[in-house]
């Protein structure tokens, strides 16, 4: 079982940034792939960021270039640091872990995000 908890989310203005945190805890061993997702009101779960254990990372074509993924050394703590914010980008974040080994997902409680003047 792998817990997650997100921190950092808020209301920022237009063109402001946000740094999110999601703190691993658990058998963190089996993390394969730690990722973020969004959703807004009236829409589906979409995929932000991901960084995998080696490292690879991919993001949403609608915030490449403005937001980041990271982790740190211990695979404990995922980053996604958020410049340029757009009201579109106004969701609820959630924190994606999933398996190395199995087709286990886990998600955190969710941070909201709302990019409002």
């Known amino acids: 079982q792998v817990h997650l908890l997100e921190s950092g989310g808020g209301l920022v203005q237009p063109g402001g940034s946000l740094r999110l945190s999601c703190a691993a805890s658990?058998?963190?061993?089996?993390?394969?792939?730690l990722g973020w997702y969004r959703q807004a009101p009236g829409k589906d779960r979409e995929l932000v960021a991901d960084i995998s254990s080696s490292d690879i990372t991919k993001y949403a074509d609608a915030v490449k270039g403005r937001f980041t993924i990271s982790r740190d050394n211990a695979w404990s703590t995922v980053y996604l640091t958020m410049n340029s914010l757009k009201p579109e980008d106004t969701a609820v974040y959630y924190c994606?872990?999933?398996?190395?080994?199995?087709?286990?997902?886990?998600w955190g409680q969710g941070t909201q995000v709302t990019v409002s003047s």
């Open positions: 658990g058998s963190i061993y089996m993390i394969g792939v």
């Open positions: 994606n872990a999933r398996s190395a080994y199995t087709n286990q997902g886990f």
